[in-house]
């Protein structure tokens, strides 16, 4: 709390009367810095939809956005309560946002029941997250698709014959 205090030129005591302890002052300040969450919309397709939610995902990580960057997110993740807290704030609301937008799909029937288990919804970020730690990159629009595609294969993907290397 003293470096938080430091940097945002003001005393330990303001701190402590808005917060009781530095957990729930970064539960604040990842709530606030956090760009708001897509809005679903019906007019768009699951596809569509699960595209804007990456693309989203993407800027994050970019540093696009005013939510910390990823050194700060990594700091963050080495200290269970923290890494809950982060989880609680950041990872499940988006996570709900992606499984509401595969049982659309499926109502609509876009995609097999069959093929969205309790880790589907985690596919699309974590694809962006592997590409990025060993690209040093981040996905282009282009490969956000392909990341859609294996979340919601297109349709008429099932029929073309796969090709083996």
């Known amino acids: 709390m003293e470096g938080i205090a430091a940097r945002a030129q003001t005393g330990k005591a303001a701190l402590y009367r808005r917060w009781c302890n530095k957990h729930d002052l970064v539960h604040a300040a990842l709530v606030i810095a956090l760009p708001p969450l897509p809005e679903p919309r019906s007019s768009r397709t699951a596809r569509e939809a699960l595209l804007t939610v990456f693309t989203a995902h993407r800027d994050v990580l970019a540093g696009k956005t005013t939510f910390p960057g990823l050194d700060i997110m990594h700091q963050l993740l080495h200290e269970p309560e923290m890494r809950a807290i982060f989880a609680d704030a950041v990872v499940r609301p988006r996570l709900k946002i992606?499984?509401?937008?595969?049982?659309?799909?499926?109502?609509?029937?876009?995609?097999?029941?069959?093929?969205?288990?309790?880790?589907?919804?985690?596919i699309g970020p974590a694809l962006i997250n592997h590409h990025f730690l060993l690209t040093g990159t981040l996905p282009n629009r282009r490969e956000l698709e392909l990341v859609v595609d294996t979340v919601i294969p297109p349709r008429g993907a099932a029929e073309r014959p796969t090709r083996r290397t």
């Open 98 to 122: 992606i499984d509401s937008i595969l049982r659309a799909a499926v109502e609509a029937g876009d995609i097999d029941p069959a093929r969205v288990t309790p880790l589907t919804a985690r």
